[in-house]
């Protein structure tokens, strides 16, 4: 049996678009639907033939292979057999539509739930480290207001003890099993308690502080220990620490983002600080034992006579640890020539002085400077 045209199938032009198709498919999903057509295997094999048709044409990369080869160019992208249902890779995307239908065409009962208590939200939250907190590592204590168990019922969201029944339904499991239609004949697939929604208890008079939520709104103070070396954007999560869920769900997480406070002189690149050194035009002529702030207070660095403006000094384990432990930064010390103004008469006398015989080696040596600049960069 030759295969038809995937447009053809949908009903498409060959120039649809992607929301053209999703639409179509929808469509003939819902019109070829089993559920829609007990036991009419044509319908069947039409749901099937335009699922084959939605798998292609959704898939840039397939729909273009099919576009230029037809069939011959996806042939290989199904088995033997041709398009099963284990091909088709969008079966939670119409779930909304069809509920549980394309689970049990995988056979049924693939996806195991427990016992469904919906989970309590993530938190996020950020905290704003200066350079020095980040090369040492910290802690911090964060204060934040989160929906936490209720006290008066202490979560079960019932008014008291008798008011919370093991519902009947699932015998507290949750879920109950349950026959299905598949393409392959009946099969049986465990799907959440309508019942009680996954809870496994009922509950027949609610908590009045928190109206059967089994949650309230309170204040909270986490602490989160920070390794060193972190950067702007890591985050450290604290599991459990989130919000719980209803009715003694399970709590989310609390996720700590972290943020790089601007440091007055550092600036940090990697596990490098680069920090900025003004210096005189004497102290650079003449060399001198400058102080220089570091993360860890000051050091003393030596500047050899001769230094020209640009020239970076390598501070060796200065910077910040790796935050894997794979060692330690540097700190990068540029100098930049410090130019002053605002002349007193006695400096314009020395400097008018030094200018008449720099003139001279400025002439002599000039041709040799850029050479020695970009020597003096390469260190
Ligand atoms: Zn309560
Ligand atoms: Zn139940």
Redesign the pocket.
């Known amino acids: 049996m030759s295969k038809r045209d995937y447009y053809e199938v949908l009903g498409l032009e060959r120039d649809a678009s992607e929301s053209a198709i999703k639409g179509a498919y929808r469509k003939k999903a819902l019109k070829y639907h089993p559920d829609r057509n007990p036991g009419d295997e044509a319908a069947e094999e039409q749901f099937k033939e335009a699922s084959e048709a939605y798998e292609v044409l959704s898939d840039p990369e397939k729909k273009a292979a099919y576009d230029r080869y037809g069939h011959a160019g996806i042939e290989g992208n199904f088995g033997r057999g041709g398009f099963q249902w284990s091909d088709f890779t969008h079966a939670g995307d119409f779930q909304d539509i069809f509920g549980d239908i394309f689970e049990s065409f995988f056979g049924g009962g693939r996806r195991s739930r427990g016992s469904a208590k919906p989970k309590g939200r993530d938190l996020k939250i950020k905290v704003a480290l200066t350079l020095e907190e980040i090369a040492t590592g910290v802690e911090k204590n964060i204060a934040l207001t989160r929906l936490q168990r ?1 006290k ?2 202490d979560g079960t ?1 019932a008014a008291s003890g008798a008011d919370r029944k093991v519902c009947g339904t699932c015998g507290g499991q949750g879920q109950v099993q349950q026959m299905a239609r598949t393409l392959f004949g009946p099969s049986m697939t465990v799907v959440t308690c309508p019942t009680c929604e996954g809870e496994g208890y009922i509950v027949s008079n609610p ?1 009045p ?2 109206r059967g ?2 949650r ?1 709104r309170g204040q909270a103070t986490l602490t989160v220990r920070i390794p060193a070396g972190v950067q702007e954007g890591n985050y450290i999560p604290l599991r459990g620490q989130g919000e719980v869920g209803p009715r003694g769900g399970p709590a989310g997480d609390c996720l700590v983002f972290i943020e790089e406070k601007e440091h007055d002189y550092f600036i940090r690149d990697g596990n490098h600080v680069i920090y900025r050194l003004p210096l005189g035009f004497a102290q650079a002529a003449l060399g001198a034992e400058v102080e220089v702030p570091t993360l860890s207070g000051k050091a003393l660095l030596k500047i050899p006579a001769g230094t020209q403006s640009g020239r970076v000094f390598r501070m060796g384990g200065r910077g910040i640890p790796d935050v894997n432990g794979r060692g330690v930064g540097d700190q990068l010390v540029e100098v930049v020539l410090w130019t002053p103004e605002g002349l007193s008469r006695r400096e314009r006398e020395l400097f008018t002085e030094l200018a008449e015989l720099e003139n001279e080696r400025v002439a002599q040596e000039g041709e040799s400077f850029f050479a020695k600049v970009c020597k003096a960069f390469g260190s």
């Open positions: 209720c008066s019922c969201g908590c502080e928190c939520e089994g309230e």
